[in-house]
């Protein structure tokens, strides 16, 4: 059977993946002043990053309507898997169940199968990679459905940025009992739970707390060597490979990607901002 899988754009996946004619990536919003820009592969992160450090307000997104989910959904494939934001951050997920109604009210039946990654950026590309490699397997469809939501439930995301101002003032931290006190330059260390954000741990400094962040993913992971380790960036490269080595000195993986982040990522990570997510 043939396959296809939509993703929204807060997925990071490698540039080699949004250039395979499988995936297909449904964009975002990306809203600062009144600069409107869709969060697409015409995406300009250093443009969008001055923008966003000139700005005395706080960048937005908006989720994509259903109707653009219901066009991703007509094509030849037999298959459709879907992988949206976590629906606790976004209503992403909410729009692409909208689009799957409307898809089958006007075209008709299809396999089509709604995601809820419980994550965001790497996250979801850890979750859309595996639905390939299922896919690819031979699988039928239910039976990667059962697999990958399996996957799912088992992946951790865990996250250290410079700021949570953004995530906080979109109520993105609803969360997180208490905000440290930035003036004292604590870090907080967060992971994704259910898909909400909770605070895992903490260090003075980023540095600090990346260097925590690489003891608990450590400390927390099961089979390793089975599994695909994923880093989002923020415009940090050399910063997401001193967190992948300080793992892989901890624990082996099959594989590890280390990518840029797209808009969406951009806009609540912030610049400097690494993801992991296992």
Same mark, same amino acid.
């Given at each position: ?9 807060? /997925? ?47 960048? @937005?997104?908006? /989720? ?9 959904? !007509?094509?030849?494939?037999? !298959? ?41 950026? /790497? ?6 990679? @595996?639905? *390939? ?18 996957? &799912? ?19 993105? $931290?609803?969360? *997180? ?9 604590? @870090? ?21 707390? $990346? ?17 695909? $380790? *994923? ?12 967190? &992948?080595?300080?793992? $892989? ?21 912030? @610049? ?5 997510? /296992?």
């Amino acid at each position: 059977m043939s396959y296809k899988i939509v993703v929204d754009s807060c /997925c990071d996946l490698p540039v080699e993946y949004r250039k395979n004619p499988k995936f297909q990536v449904v964009p975002l919003i990306l809203e600062i002043d009144d600069n409107i820009i869709v969060d697409d592969d015409t995406f300009d992160q250093a443009d969008y990053l001055a923008k966003v450090a000139a700005s005395e307000n706080c960048a @937005k997104t908006a /989720c994509p309507s259903p109707e653009l989910y219901m066009d991703a959904f !007509d094509c030849d494939a037999d !298959d459709v898997y879907v992988v949206t934001l976590s629906s606790k951050l976004s209503g992403s997920y909410n729009s692409a169940l909208l689009g799957k109604d409307l898809f089958h009210e006007e075209k008709g039946e299809k396999n089509i199968h709604i995601i809820d990654s419980l994550s965001a950026c /790497c996250g979801e590309a850890n979750i859309a990679l @595996k639905a *390939m490699e299922l896919a690819e397997s031979g699988l039928s469809f239910s039976d990667v459905i059962t697999e990958v939501e399996k996957y &799912r439930d088992e992946m951790a995301t865990y996250f250290v940025l410079d700021s949570l101002d953004t995530l906080r003032k979109n109520g993105r $931290l609803t969360g *997180m009992k208490a905000l440290v006190a930035t003036t004292l330059n604590i @870090k907080p260390v967060c992971i994704g739970t259910k898909g909400e954000i909770m605070q895992k741990s903490q260090g003075i400094g980023i540095r600090k707390a $990346l260097v925590k962040m690489t003891e608990i993913v450590a400390a927390e992971i099961e089979n390793p060597e089975t599994k695909r $380790l *994923m880093i989002t960036h923020v415009n940090c490269y050399e910063r997401a490979c001193v967190v &992948r080595d300080l793992i $892989l000195k901890k624990v082996p993986f099959k594989e590890t990607i280390i990518v840029d982040a797209a808009g969406v990522s951009t806009t609540y990570a912030g @610049k400097g901002g690494i993801v992991v997510t /296992c």
